[in-house]
């Protein structure tokens, strides 16, 4: 990071993210990368712009380049890693992306946002034992429905079939999460040759019919 140029340019900095808060992303965009012209060496700068450019959508290759630079800057900053690597996925480079996520968390193990990630494109490459415990870790970190039922997908995968339906059924005891882990449930009973029991399942979840008063 430049020490003499910075300060000047920090109101600017406050200014392109103040137009973000606005809804302006593309002049934002502009603003931030006016502001990596003005000082190159400005790590701050160029990891706003990698992550308003990935934001703005069809400038991905100018966000991924701001976050390369960013990591050749700050290559202790698990930030710049993390951005990188949605450029990459974003690119269509599902192995730069995972390897880039794997050094993000490397560097800090508590970072939630590229644990998912990391989960999501590891199922996606069919990498599923690995993907499993990356959900392990997701859950751990946020036992939200769809990551405990992303979980119970990968665990199938892996042959671990006992540990995904008991995955699915510690769900359904969860208000939010009981119709995505039912509909998953019935899914992993009917692949699994237990038909009858999924059958069960469904006519479980019918409303029963209400004895309805006449009318007056």
């Known amino acids: ?24 992303d593309a002049q934002a965009l502009r603003a931030l990368e006016a502001l990596t012209v003005a000082d190159p060496t400005w790590d701050l700068a160029r990891l706003e712009a990698a992550r308003v ?3 703005v959508g069809d400038v991905v290759a100018r ?51 590229a644990q998912f990630r990391l989960a999501g494109l590891l199922s996606a490459q069919g990498r599923w034992p690995e993907a499993t ?21 990968a665990l199938e995968k892996v042959g671990d079939v006992a540990s995904a339906e008991a995955e699915l059924r510690a769900l359904m005891k969860q208000g939010a999460g009981r119709p995505l882990a039912t509909a998953k449930l019935i899914g992993l009973l009917e692949r699994t040759g ?6 069960v399942l469904k006519r479980s979840l019918a409303s029963p019919d209400r004895a309805m008063r006449p009318l007056r």
Do not use: C
């Not at 990071?1 to 302006?24: F, I, K, N, W």
């Not at 890693?81 to 490397?106: K, M, P, S």
């Not at 237990?194 to 059958?199: L, Y």
């Open 194 to 199: 237990r038909a009858g029991e999924a059958t």
């Open 133 to 153: 415990e990356a959900w392990r870790r997701v859950v751990a970190f946020s036992p939200a429905a769809g990551a405990r039922a992303q979980l119970a997908e």
């Open 63 to 113: 966000a991924a380049f701001h976050a390369d630079v960013a990591r050749s800057l700050s290559p202790e900053n698990p930030r710049a890693h993390y951005l990188w690597a949605l450029a990459q996925d974003e690119l269509g480079d599902r192995q730069a992306a995972t390897a880039a996520l794997q050094i993000a968390l490397l560097m800090r193990p508590d970072f939630p946002d």
């Open 53 to 55: 450019g990935l934001k």
């Open 1 to 24: 990071m430049s020490v003499l140029t910075t300060p000047p340019l920090r109101p600017r900095l406050d200014e392109a993210l103040r137009l973000e808060h606005q809804g302006a």
